[in-house]
């Protein structure tokens, strides 16, 4: 009887994971199989070169560049401005400190959906518009990766940091030595979720860097998509898509443990 | 009194001795400095943000000219045009029609899923897969999907339009939707089932509670708090959709939700103030939708 559930179940994921198993073929098939009645399933020959399309038509190779440089440089960003504001909140006392605290959780209620505009008009009245300094800045920091590593740290014990500073350790070489080490772990999940979330966002890439030296993927491919409607730039897209997909696909196959706890993270969840 | 004494030793752990005032050390000012580079972001890039989009829903700015005051203009003009109702009720739909079937089964899927079981590992995947992928890429790869000699059609043998008409393409968003986002719910759910004391359920089954009577007067009580976090996540998200609208329909077809809404009026129409009303609209709708949530799912606690 028990059994008997395992079936729609498997074959639900299966669904589920078919559409991209079809989105990778569909990238490979000659032009005129990707829509054949009925479904072709498997092309008559693999088309290698279809991989190519997007980068010899488009500047895709640039998107995928500009994405991986703000991906990182995001990433890299919130674990220092995050590791640095848990410890501060953590590990010592001054006044203001559980006021500013609590400031930062409260912006996690308010969605970006709801600030874009005024923040546009900050950004244009930096002189930020179409540059990397407006991708970037606004978001290097992150109340959850915030709420996280003060977590993190909280789980530090006192005595440890007493004895590194009965050693002469200072506040930073603490943080390097004794905590860092401790505090790896959830340090790597938040990496790779704001990663992740950053090779999604397309909001806010599309309104403060839409020209073409410092378009990320999702607005390339928002584009791209614009342009090649008709049925010949099919094998195209389907290329240009399953490319961006890739590396958080394999990031994720390759660290799941990581990636779920830092879903489960994101939701308070821990 | 007030003669000259030693300055006190600090004993491990006294700074956090609540209630007490003390002195801030040195090495406390160097901590409150290191929290200073987020709390800077925070303070320009969504604070003040923040509190100008409440400014700036009483002006009319178009970002080249100043703002110039106008009232509640914004919001009179938003109560009667019936472009943005339709995207209020579109994002309504957007919202109940994903989230409700994405819910109810990654809740379905995680009570089953849970199971320490091989091959389970591989089922989970299956289903995690689309949270892993980026909404703009994964539409592009729904647009072939959901043409009419696409995956969708093929395999279930109707022959549908999908994004060319309005009682078609919304559905159609709903689909991927799901699609999309169930695994991201399922995850959710897992880590509550995982942190849920394992022997109630144990007491459950050996007081003879068959597996429905366990899930409904067990788990599912249990499960609450969590389904609480979920339905106030899933409320936020529906509402800030945006990619998938723009790359199927571009807002075409009864598929115009409010943050395209939003991202139209500012930046198409140059109506920054009349976008901030929006803004201010769905800020203070996010907020009630969240405190009613919570307060639902608190009576009914156990």
Same mark, same amino acid.
Request: with cysteine.
């Given at each position: 009887?028990?059994?008997?559930?395992?079936?729609?179940?498997?074959?639900?994921?299966?669904?589920?994971?078919?559409?991209?198993?079809?989105?990778?073929?569909?990238?490979?098939?000659?032009?005129?199989?990707?829509?054949?009645?009925?479904?072709?399933?498997?092309?008559?020959?693999?088309?290698?070169?279809?991989?190519?399309?997007?980068?010899?038509?488009?500047?895709?190779?640039?998107?995928? +560049?500009?994405?991986?440089?703000? /991906? &990182?440089?995001? !990433? %890299? #960003?919130? *674990?220092?401005?995050?590791?640095?504001? @848990?410890?501060?909140?953590?590990?010592?006392?001054?006044?203001?400190?559980?006021?500013?605290?609590?400031?930062?959780?409260?912006?996690?209620?308010?969605?970006?959906?709801?600030?874009?505009?005024?923040?546009?008009?900050?950004?244009?009245?930096?002189?930020?518009?179409?540059?990397?300094?407006?991708?970037?800045?606004?978001?290097?920091?992150?109340?959850?990766?915030?709420?996280?590593?003060?977590?993190?740290?909280?789980?530090?014990?006192?005595?440890?940091?007493?004895? +590194?500073?009965?050693?002469?350790? /200072? &506040?930073?070489? !603490? %943080? #390097?030595? *004794?905590?860092?080490?401790?505090?790896? @772990?959830?340090?790597?999940?938040?990496?790779?979720?704001?990663?992740?979330?950053?090779?999604?966002?397309?909001?806010?890439?599309?309104?403060?860097?839409?020209?073409?030296?410092?378009?990320?993927?999702?607005?390339?491919?928002?584009?791209?998509?614009?342009?090649?409607l008709g049925a010949s730039g099919i094998p195209m897209m389907m290329a240009a898509a399953v490319l961006a997909l890739l590396p958080t696909v394999v990031l994720f196959l390759s660290l799941q443990k990581r990636f779920v706890e830092g879903v489960a993270m994101s939701a308070g969840l821990r | 009194m007030t003669t000259t004494t030693a300055r006190p030793v600090r004993v491990p752990g006294s700074s956090r001795a609540p209630g007490r005032r003390r002195r801030v050390h040195g090495r406390d000012l160097v901590g409150a400095a290191l929290s200073l580079p987020a709390l800077l972001l925070f303070a320009f890039f969504a604070i003040y943000p923040g509190l100008r989009v409440f400014y700036l829903s009483l002006f009319d700015y178009s970002l080249t000219a100043p703002p110039e005051f106008v009232g509640l203009d914004n919001f009179r003009f938003l109560a009667e045009d019936p472009r943005f109702r339709q995207a209020v009720l579109n994002s309504l739909f957007y919202t109940v029609g994903t989230y409700l079937p994405a819910l109810a089964l990654a809740?379905?899927?995680?009570?089953?899923?849970?199971?320490?079981?091989?091959?389970?590992?591989?089922?989970?995947?299956?289903?995690?897969?689309?949270?892993?992928?980026?909404?703009?890429?994964?539409?592009?790869?729904?647009?072939?999907?959901?043409?009419?000699?696409?995956?969708?059609?093929?395999?279930?043998?109707?022959?549908?339009?999908?994004?060319?008409?309005?009682?078609?393409?919304?559905?159609?968003?709903?689909?991927?939707?799901?699609?999309?986002?169930?695994?991201?719910?399922?995850?959710?759910?897992?880590?509550?089932?995982?942190?849920?004391?394992?022997?109630?359920?144990?007491?459950?089954?050996?007081?003879?509670?068959?597996?429905?009577?366990?899930?409904?007067?067990?788990?599912?009580?249990?499960?609450?708090?969590?389904?609480?976090?979920?339905?106030?996540?899933?409320?936020?998200?529906?509402?800030?959709?945006?990619?998938?609208?723009?790359?199927?329909?571009?807002?075409?077809?009864?598929?115009?939700?409010?943050?395209?809404?939003?991202?139209?009026?500012?930046?198409?129409?140059?109506?920054?103030?009349?976008?901030?009303?929006?803004?201010?609209?769905?800020?203070?709708?996010?907020?009630?939708?969240?405190?009613?949530?919570?307060?639902?799912?608190?009576?009914?606690?156990?």
């Amino acid at each position: 009887m028990r059994r008997l559930v395992w079936i729609p179940v498997t074959a639900g994921g299966l669904a589920f994971a078919a559409i991209l198993l079809y989105a990778a073929i569909s990238a490979l098939k000659p032009g005129g199989e990707v829509l054949a009645v009925p479904i072709e399933w498997w092309p008559s020959r693999f088309e290698w070169h279809n991989l190519r399309l997007p980068f010899e038509e488009t500047p895709f190779a640039r998107y995928y +560049a500009n994405s991986v440089f703000v /991906g &990182v440089t995001v !990433t %890299l #960003l919130n *674990i220092v401005t995050c590791t640095l504001a @848990g410890y501060s909140f953590s590990k010592f006392s001054y006044p203001g400190r559980n006021v500013a605290f609590v400031v930062v959780l409260a912006t996690l209620m308010v969605p970006l959906e709801v600030i874009y505009v005024p923040l546009y008009a900050l950004i244009y009245d930096l002189g930020w518009v179409n540059s990397f300094a407006g991708l970037i800045i606004p978001a290097g920091t992150s109340a959850f990766g915030i709420f996280l590593m003060r977590q993190a740290i909280d789980s530090v014990p006192d005595e440890l940091l007493e004895a +590194a500073r009965l050693d002469g350790a /200072g &506040v930073i070489r !603490t %943080l #390097l030595t *004794i905590i860092g080490p401790l505090v790896r @772990g959830p340090m790597a999940a938040l990496a790779l979720f704001i990663f992740l979330m950053n090779w999604d966002s397309h909001l806010w890439p599309l309104l403060v860097a839409s020209d073409d030296d410092h378009r990320t993927l999702p607005v390339g491919l928002a584009a791209m998509q614009a342009n090649n409607l008709g049925a010949s730039g099919i094998p195209m897209m389907m290329a240009a898509a399953v490319l961006a997909l890739l590396p958080t696909v394999v990031l994720f196959l390759s660290l799941q443990k990581r990636f779920v706890e830092g879903v489960a993270m994101s939701a308070g969840l821990r | 009194m007030t003669t000259t004494t030693a300055r006190p030793v600090r004993v491990p752990g006294s700074s956090r001795a609540p209630g007490r005032r003390r002195r801030v050390h040195g090495r406390d000012l160097v901590g409150a400095a290191l929290s200073l580079p987020a709390l800077l972001l925070f303070a320009f890039f969504a604070i003040y943000p923040g509190l100008r989009v409440f400014y700036l829903s009483l002006f009319d700015y178009s970002l080249t000219a100043p703002p110039e005051f106008v009232g509640l203009d914004n919001f009179r003009f938003l109560a009667e045009d019936p472009r943005f109702r339709q995207a209020v009720l579109n994002s309504l739909f957007y919202t109940v029609g994903t989230y409700l079937p994405a819910l109810a089964l990654a809740l379905a899927l995680a009570v089953v899923l849970r199971r320490r079981m091989r091959g389970l590992g591989w089922v989970r995947l299956l289903y995690f897969l689309p949270v892993a992928t980026s909404w703009v890429a994964i539409s592009v790869v729904w647009r072939l999907v959901l043409h009419p000699d696409g995956l969708l059609n093929e395999t279930l043998h109707i022959d549908v339009n999908w994004l060319t008409s309005s009682s078609t393409a919304r559905w159609a968003l709903v689909i991927m939707g799901i699609w999309k986002e169930t695994g991201f719910f399922l995850i959710l759910f897992l880590a509550g089932l995982a942190r849920m004391p394992e022997d109630v359920h144990e007491a459950a089954l050996v007081d003879g509670a068959n597996t429905w009577q366990r899930f409904w007067r067990v788990t599912f009580p249990l499960l609450k708090p969590i389904t609480a976090i979920c339905s106030v996540i899933a409320v936020i998200r529906g509402f800030q959709a945006f990619s998938p609208q723009v790359v199927l329909t571009g807002g075409a077809f009864d598929t115009e939700v409010v943050n395209l809404f939003v991202y139209k009026t500012a930046f198409e129409s140059a109506r920054m103030g009349r976008a901030s009303a929006v803004a201010v609209l769905m800020f203070l709708l996010l907020i009630a939708v969240t405190l009613v949530q919570l307060r639902v799912f608190r009576r009914n606690d156990v």
